[in-house]
C-alpha cells in the first residue's frame, strides 16, 4: 500500500524542486549568467513538446495499431526539424528582430500588425488548446487514482470512483494553473522572455525521459531477458503479432500522412512550442544543434514505447485468459480497454499498471511522477504562453477601448496585466477542466490530442505563407484562419459534443435538420468510407481546404495598406532586406522623452524602465539630461520594448498616441523608397498620391474662395429687400400726415420686399439641405404639366403685374416623370421669376414650353425618351462666356461682365442640383440683347 | 430754383422711398434704372447730385462714375454711391474713382438726407 500522504508530499516536494530551479534560473539571468544560453538546454526545452499524450497515450496508441499508431507524432517534428529547419530559422530571425511575443503576435505583426488578426489567432488558439489541456488533466488524474490504489491495478467504473476522479481532476486542475500563475506572471518582463521557467521545462525533460527509460529497461530487462526475448514471447500472442506488420490500407494510409502533417505543423504552431522554440530562443546557432539533438531526443523517449505496450498486453491478456468477464468481452482487435470483473485496464497507463502489478513500488512512483512532469511541463507553457495571447491581443485592446476605465489616465498598468494574464490562465485550465469533465472520458489520449493539432494546424497558411509570399494580405489571412477554424469547430469539435450527448446524435447520421449535404462527418457527400478518411482525416481536409483556398484566394483579390505591405517586406525579405528595423513603424516620427519614459513606466514599471533607457543611451550616447526630443529610433525603440510587454498591435497603438509624425518632405520619401526596388513602386504611387493632393488643395482653395464669394452674394441680395423696407418704414413711422394712399402703397412695398426676402432665406437653406444631401427625395409618379401649372399659380401675380405676355408652348402629350413634386415647382418657380425679373421692361415676353420626346420618336431604338422643358424670356440674355458658369456653385454673374446679374446665384445652383438628382440636365442658350431660354430635360418614365 | 438729384438704381422698391425723402425735402428727382439711361440723363438734364447704385445691368456704377468724372462739365457734379456691397475693398474701390461719399444699404432716411444736404450746401 502506497500512502496518498506519500504520493501527495513527493508530488509537491518535485514542484518545489522545479520552482527552486526556475527561481535560480531567474537570478542567474539577472545577473547576467543565462544557465540555459546552450544548445542543450534549448533541445530539451523543446522536448516540452512530448506531454502525457507521449507518456501514456503513445503506450495506448501501440497497443491497438502498434509503431503506426504514434511514431508518426515523432517522425513530424523530426522532419520538421532536418527538413523545415529553413522555416524555423526564418521565423526566430523575424521573431527576435520584431520582439514577437507569441504566435498571435507573429501572425498579426505580419499582417500589418492587425489587432483582428491578433484577436482570431488567439481565439482559436484558446479553444483549440482546451482539448489538448484536458488530456494533461485526465493523465494526472487518472495517474493519481491508480497510483492511490496500489497495487490494485483495476479501475472500477462506477459512479461513485467516475465522480472521485472528477474531483481529482478538479482539484489538479486548479493546482496545474497556480503552479503557472507562479512559474510564469511573477512579474512582467521588459523582455518577452523566461529564463527560470526554460531551465525548469529543461529539467522536467530529463525526469520525463529517465522515467520512461527506467519503466522500458526495467520491463525489457527485468521481466524479460532482452529486446528480442520480448518479441519473441509477443509473437506468440494473437493479438499482439497482428500489430508486427502495418496493415495498408486507404484508412491507414491517409490517417498515417495525415498525422505526420499535423505533427509537422504542430511542433511548431503549437502556442507553446512557438514560445520555447521561437520566443525563449537565446541565440539562433542553438537551433543548428537542436535540429538534430530534439530527434534524438524523441527516438529515445520512444525507444521503449513498445515494450512497455507489449509487455503490458502480455500481462493482462494473461490475466484476461482467466477472467471470466474479460475472456467473454475481449474483441478481435483490441481497442485499448480490458474488462475485468473487478474493473477495467486501459492501455494509455501500462507503463504505470504494469509496474503496480509487479509490486514495484518505487518505480511505479517515479514513473507517476515523469508523467506528472510531461503533463505539468505542457500545462504551465501552454498557459503561460495562452494567456500572454489573451492579455495582450483579447483583453488588452477591449480595456482601452471603454472609456470609463480611463486606462489612458493610468499611470502603472503594469500590476493591471499580471492579474489579467493570472486570470486568463485560470479559466484556461478551468476551461481544459470542463473539456473533461463533460467530454473526454469517451476518448483515449491520442484521439482527443489530435483535435487539438488540426486547431493549430489552421495556423500554417498564414505564417508560411505570410514568411514566402509577399502578396499575402491581412484579409487572405483572416478569411482563411476563420473559415479553417470554423470548419475545424463544425467537423471535429461538434461532433465530439454530440457524442458526449450535448448534441443530439441524429446531427452525425443523418446531418443538421436532416441536411445530408452538411453532415458534419462526411461533408458535402465526401465518401469518406471509400477514400478512406477518418475523423480527422476528413476535418483536416475540409478545414485546410477552405483555409488554403480563401487565404490565396482573398489575398490575390485584395490590397494591402501601406502597413501591411512593410510588414509583408520585413518578413519576407528578412535576410535580406535593406529595411532597417529600427525603422519599425514610424519614418520620421518625433515625440517627447518625458512621454515616452511615462508610456514605458506604465506597462513595465519604473525601475525597468530606467534601466532599458540607461541601456539605450549608454548604447547610442545619449545624455537625458539634455535630450527631450526622442528621434525615429528612440520611439521604434520603444515601441519595441512595449512590444515584449502587450505585443505588437497594442505596442503600435501605444506609441501612436504619444507620437507626432512629421509630414514626410518629398525628397525625405524618395530617399527612403529608393532603398528597395519593391519600394520604388510605392514611390510612384505616393508621387500620384502627391498630385492628387496637390489639386485637392486647389480645388479646396478655389471652393475657399467660392464660399466667401457666395457668402457675400448672399449678403448683398439680402440687403436689397432690407433697404427698402427699412427705408419705407422709416417714413411711414416718422412722416406725419402722410396721406392715406401712399401709406398704403408703402407698407404694400414693405410686405413684398418681407416675402422676397423670406423666399432668399429658403433658398439659401435649401441650398445648404441640398449641398450636404441631407434632403429627402419624395418621388412619385407625376405628369409634369401639373407642375407647371402650379409653378404657374405662385407665379401668375407677379406675371400679372409686370404686364409681361405669357405663351404656352405645350406637348399634348403626357410628360411622365418620376419626381419630387415641390422641389420640381421649385425649378419652375424660379426659372419663371428670374424670367420675369429679366424680361424686357416695357414689353416683356414669356413662352413656356414642354416637349415630350417618346423612345419611338427619338428614332434610334436605344434611345430613352425625355421630357424637356424650356421657359424662354426676351431680356437682356446672357454672354456665352457665362452661360456655363451660371450654374456653377457660389457663383453668379456680377457687375463688370456683359449681361445681367442673375438675382442670388443660387436659385440656378439650387435648381441644377434638384434637376442632377433627377437625373436630368438643365442648360441655357442665350445671346446678348436677345433673351435667354432655360433648358431642363428629364427621363420619361413611359 | 430747386437743386436736380438723380436716382440710379434697378430696384424699383428702392427707388420708391428715396424718390419720396428727395421730393419731400424740395429736390427736383429724376430716376434711372441702368448706367446708360443714367449717363444720357446726367448729360442731358445735369443734375446736381447723383445717387448711385453700385451692381447694375449692364453697364456698372463704377463705370458710370468713371465716365461722369472725366467730363470736364461734370468734374464737380456730387456723386454718392448707394449700394448694399459693404466690404471695405467695394467702399475703397467707390471712393478711389473720385464719388464724394459710400452709403451701405441698408441707410437711415436721416443720414441720406444729411449727406446730401451737406454736399449741396444746404445745411439748415
Avoid at chain 1, 488 to 499: D, E, G, R
Avoid at chain 1, 663 to 691: F, N, V, W
Avoid at chain 1, 891 to 909: A, M
Avoid at chain 2, 96 to 119: H, M, Q, R
Wanted: proline fraction near 3%.
Amino acid at each position: 500500500m502506497l500512502e496518498q500522504k506519500i504520493i501527495i508530499f513527493v508530488s509537491f516536494g518535485y514542484m518545489g524542486l522545479l520552482f527552486a530551479i526556475a527561481f535560480w534560473g531567474d537570478k542567474r539571468a539577472e545577473a547576467g549568467k543565462s544557465i540555459i544560453s546552450n544548445p542543450y538546454i534549448y533541445a530539451l526545452s523543446l522536448a516540452v513538446y512530448c506531454t502525457a499524450w507521449t507518456f501514456y497515450g503513445s503506450v495506448g496508441a501501440a497497443s491497438t495499431s502498434g509503431a503506426t499508431g504514434f511514431l508518426n507524432i515523432y517522425l513530424g517534428p523530426t522532419l520538421m526539424m532536418i527538413l523545415g529547419w529553413p522555416i524555423l530559422r526564418k521565423i526566430i530571425c523575424i521573431s527576435k528582430i520584431n520582439r514577437i511575443t507569441s504566435i498571435a503576435d507573429f501572425i498579426a505583426s505580419r499582417y500589418g500588425k492587425s489587432a483582428t488578426i491578433a484577436g482570431a489567432v488567439t481565439i482559436i488558439a484558446v479553444l483549440g488548446i482546451v482539448p489538448y489541456m484536458s488530456v494533461q488533466i485526465k493523465a494526472i488524474s487518472t495517474s493519481f487514482q491508480l497510483i492511490s490504489q496500489y497495487p490494485n491495478v483495476y479501475m472500477v467504473q462506477t459512479a461513485t470512483t467516475l465522480s472521485g476522479t472528477k474531483d481529482t481532476a478538479f482539484f489538479v486542475a486548479i493546482l496545474l494553473a497556480l503552479f503557472a500563475v507562479v512559474f510564469g506572471t511573477r512579474h512582467l518582463e521588459a523582455t518577452e522572455r523566461h529564463e527560470g521557467l526554460v531551465a525548469a521545462i529543461a529539467f522536467e525533460s530529463i525526469v520525463k525521459l529517465v522515467a520512461i527509460l527506467s519503466v522500458g529497461v526495467f520491463i525489457t530487462y527485468g521481466l524479460y531477458s532482452g529486446f528480442g526475448d520480448l518479441f519473441a514471447q509477443a509473437g506468440r500472442v494473437p493479438h499482439i503479432r497482428q500489430l508486427f506488420v502495418m496493415e495498408v490500407n486507404a484508412a491507414t494510409f491517409t490517417g498515417w500522412y495525415n498525422a505526420l502533417f499535423l505533427a509537422m505543423m504542430a511542433i511548431f504552431l503549437l502556442p507553446r512550442q512557438f514560445q520555447v522554440i521561437v520566443v525563449e530562443n537565446v541565440d539562433e546557432n542553438h537551433l543548428k544543434k537542436a535540429v538534430w539533438l530534439f530527434p534524438m531526443y524523441l527516438l529515445a523517449i520512444n525507444i521503449f514505447v513498445i515494450p512497455i505496450a507489449f509487455g503490458g498486453m502480455m500481462y493482462f491478456f494473461e490475466q484476461c485468459s482467466s477472467d471470466p468477464v474479460c475472456k467473454q468481452t475481449l474483441p478481435q482487435a483490441f481497442d485499448g480497454i480490458l474488462e475485468f470483473a473487478n474493473g477495467r485496464v486501459d492501455a494509455d497507463y501500462f507503463a504505470l499498471t504494469l509496474l503496480m502489478a509487479k509490486q514495484q513500488q518505487g518505480l511505479a512512483l517515479f514513473a507517476f511522477l515523469g508523467g506528472m512532469s510531461a503533463a505539468t511541463g505542457m500545462v504551465i507553457v501552454e498557459t503561460i504562453a495562452l494567456s500572454t495571447m489573451v492579455c495582450n491581443d483579447l483583453v488588452m485592446p477591449v480595456l482601452f477601448r471603454l472609456p470609463f476605465l480611463k486606462l489612458e489616465q493610468q499611470s502603472d498598468l503594469s500590476r493591471l496585466l499580471l492579474i489579467i494574464r493570472r486570470i486568463s490562465i485560470l479559466v484556461i485550465v478551468l476551461l481544459g477542466y470542463l473539456y473533461f469533465h463533460y467530454v473526454v472520458e469517451y476518448y483515449s489520449l491520442v484521439s482527443i490530442g489530435m483535435i487539438s493539432f488540426a486547431a493549430v494546424a489552421q495556423f500554417s497558411p498564414a505564417v508560411i505563407g505570410g514568411i514566402f509570399w509577399k502578396g499575402a494580405t491581412r484579409r487572405g489571412a483572416l478569411f482563411g484562419l476563420l473559415a479553417g477554424f470554423f470548419t475545424w469547430m463544425y467537423t471535429l469539435v461538434l461532433p465530439s459534443l454530440a457524442q458526449a450527448g450535448f448534441l443530439s446524435r441524429d446531427l452525425l447520421t443523418y446531418g443538421p435538420l436532416g441536411v445530408e449535404l452538411l453532415n458534419p462527418s462526411h461533408l458535402f457527400g465526401l465518401d469518406v468510407h471509400r477514400l478512406g478518411l477518418n475523423q480527422y482525416t476528413h476535418a483536416v481536409f475540409w478545414s485546410m481546404a477552405v483555409n488554403i483556398g480563401l487565404f490565396i484566394g482573398v489575398s490575390l483579390f485584395s490590397r494591402q495598406n501601406a502597413m501591411e505591405r512593410r510588414q509583408a517586406t520585413l518578413f519576407v525579405d528578412v535576410f535580406t532586406s535593406s529595411v532597417k528595423s529600427e525603422k519599425s513603424s514610424f519614418w520620421r516620427a518625433t515625440a517627447s522623452v518625458v512621454d515616452l519614459r511615462t508610456l514605458l513606466e506604465r506597462f513595465l514599471g519604473k525601475t525597468r524602465t530606467a534601466d532599458a533607457l540607461a541601456l539605450y543611451a549608454r548604447e547610442h550616447h545619449i545624455n537625458w539630461e539634455k535630450e527631450f526630443i526622442a528621434d525615429a529610433g528612440l520611439v521604434s525603440h520603444v515601441e519595441k520594448l512595449l512590444a515584449g510587454a502587450i505585443g505588437s498591435a497594442s505596442a503600435l497603438v501605444m506609441v501612436r498616441s504619444v507620437v507626432e509624425e512629421e509630414p514626410l518632405g518629398m525628397d525625405e520619401i524618395m530617399h527612403i523608397l529608393d532603398e528597395t526596388q519593391q519600394m520604388i513602386i510605392y514611390s510612384r504611387e505616393l508621387e500620384k498620391a502627391t498630385k492628387d493632393l496637390e489639386a485637392a488643395n486647389v480645388r479646396l482653395k478655389e471652393l475657399d474662395r467660392l464660399k466667401n464669394e457666395f457668402i457675400s452674394t448672399v449678403t448683398h441680395e439680402l440687403r436689397t429687400p432690407l433697404t427698402s423696407i427699412r427705408s419705407l418704414a422709416e417714413i411711414v413711422h416718422t412722416t406725419p400726415g402722410l396721406d392715406t394712399q401712399k401709406q398704403h402703397v408703402f407698407v404694400g412695398i414693405i410686405i413684398k420686399e418681407s416675402e422676397r426676402l423670406t423666399r432668399l432665406i429658403n433658398n439659401v437653406l435649401d441650398f445648404q439641405k441640398i449641398e450636404s444631401g441631407q434632403i429627402q427625395w419624395q418621388m412619385t409618379r407625376l405628369d409634369f404639366k401639373e407642375v407647371i401649372e402650379d409653378a404657374l399659380f405662385s407665379t401668375g401675380q407677379l406675371i400679372k403685374e409686370k404686364l409681361i405676355d405669357l405663351t404656352f408652348d405645350i406637348s399634348t402629350l403626357p410628360g411622365i416623370v418620376s419626381g419630387d413634386k415641390d422641389r420640381l415647382i421649385q425649378v419652375m418657380v424660379n426659372l419663371i421669376s428670374n424670367a420675369v425679373k429679366f424680361c424686357h421692361a416695357e414689353n416683356g415676353r414669356i413662352t413656356v414650353g414642354m416637349q415630350v420626346k417618346t423612345k419611338k420618336t427619338g428614332g434610334n431604338g436605344n434611345e430613352k425618351g425625355g421630357v424637356t422643358v424650356f421657359v424662354k424670356d426676351n431680356g437682356i440674355g446672357i454672354d456665352k462666356g457665362d452661360q456655363e458658369i451660371i450654374f456653377r456653385e457660389f457663383r453668379q454673374v456680377i457687375s463688370g461682365s456683359k449681361g445681367r446679374p442673375l438675382g442670388t446665384g443660387i436659385g440656378l445652383t439650387i435648381s441644377k442640383h434638384i434637376i442632377d438628382a433627377h437625373k436630368g440636365r438643365i442648360w441655357v442658350d442665350s445671346e446678348l440683347d436677345k433673351g435667354a431660354t432655360f433648358f431642363f430635360e428629364l427621363p420619361l418614365l413611359e | 430754383m430747386k437743386k436736380k438729384i438723380l436716382i440710379v438704381d434697378d430696384e424699383p422698391n428702392i427707388i420708391v422711398p428715396l424718390e419720396f425723402l428727395m421730393t419731400q425735402n424740395h429736390y427736383d428727382v429724376q430716376t434711372a434704372d441702368t448706367g446708360e439711361k443714367a449717363l444720357d440723363l446726367i448729360s442731358r438734364w445735369k443734375p446736381d447730385l447723383i445717387l448711385l447704385d453700385i451692381m447694375l445691368p449692364g453697364m456698372d456704377g463704377y463705370e458710370v462714375c468713371q465716365k461722369i468724372r472725366q467730363e470736364k462739365e461734370f468734374s464737380q457734379t456730387r456723386i454718392i454711391f448707394l449700394s448694399a456691397m459693404a466690404r471695405s475693398i467695394d467702399i475703397a474701390k467707390g471712393m478711389g474713382l473720385a464719388a464724394d461719399d459710400y452709403i451701405t444699404k441698408p441707410f437711415a432716411n436721416d443720414y441720406v438726407v444729411s449727406k446730401i444736404k451737406e454736399l449741396l450746401g444746404d445745411t439748415d
